[in-house]
């Protein structure tokens, strides 16, 4: 079964912070995605990546920045974290460039900025 | 850009009955529409997907229609179970240069009393 880790389930940090979420997926995928989970608003994509030190900005990237220095690994990070970013966090990874292919989520990080 | 929008937010209905939810997308381009399901702080999971050569789709209790002259899709759920409850998400891909990235509607929860 495709895997998509997310280390850290639950955080709480302060305003001003910087803050990293890291995502690891073991199946290979040229695609990884960061997306953000608010009620109401569904899945909005942050930052995805379809290769080694590519990225791309999605809906809302404002505010974070990314880094993919391996195949397996996404990192999210907010330079300086405001109660705004307090959210859900789901990372992402699909095999390839050419579209219709499964999007595997992982279990979501729960950030709460004081 | 692309827009999904779901409705509707909230369903519930009782063991047994049958659970439609709709979704419309605005770009015609669109050609891949997946449904996930989320439980409680879990992620996000594929359930079923249809693409726009097809106008249905069945996996045992749960189908997925299209229709593309009026840019909707639907997901029917038969003889629900307490263990369909989650929170459901239509997409539609966006083509964009060559890659394409999921757009998300805002999501239903759907609650089936036994």
């Known amino acids: 079964d495709v895997k998509v880790t997310q280390s850290s389930r639950y955080l709480v940090k302060r305003t001003g912070e910087k803050v990293f979420l890291e995502c690891v997926q073991d199946?290979?995928?040229?695609?990884m995605f960061w997306y953000r989970q608010d009620p109401g608003l569904g899945l909005r994509l942050i930052y995805f990546?379809?290769?080694?030190?590519?990225?791309e900005k999605g809906d809302i990237p404002e505010g974070y920045s990314v880094s993919r220095e391996k195949k397996e690994r996404f990192s999210l990070i907010l330079e300086s974290a405001s109660t705004n970013q307090t959210s859900m966090y789901l990372c992402?990874?699909?095999?390839?460039?050419?579209?219709?292919?499964?999007?595997?989520f992982g279990e979501g990080s729960w950030l709460t900025v004081v | 850009g692309e827009n999904v929008e779901q409705h509707p937010s909230t369903l519930s209905v009782q063991e047994g009955d049958s659970a439609v939810i709709k979704c419309t997308y605005s770009d015609s381009a669109s050609n891949y529409f997946p449904w996930y399901k989320q439980e409680l702080g879990k992620g996000p999971q594929l359930i079923i997907d249809i693409r726009s050569n097809v106008g249905e789709k069945k996996d045992q209790r749960i189908a997925v229609t299209l229709n593309k002259t009026a840019k909707h899709f639907s997901l029917h759920i038969t003889e629900t179970q307490p263990e369909d409850s989650a929170v459901y998400f239509c997409a539609a891909t966006l083509m964009n240069t060559g890659f394409q990235k999921l757009v998300f509607g805002t999501g239903t929860r759907l609650l089936v009393s036994p």
């Open positions: 990546s379809y290769d080694v030190k590519m990225k």
């Open positions: 992402a990874s699909s095999l390839s460039t050419g579209g219709q292919n499964t999007i595997y």
């Open positions: 199946m290979d995928h040229e695609n």
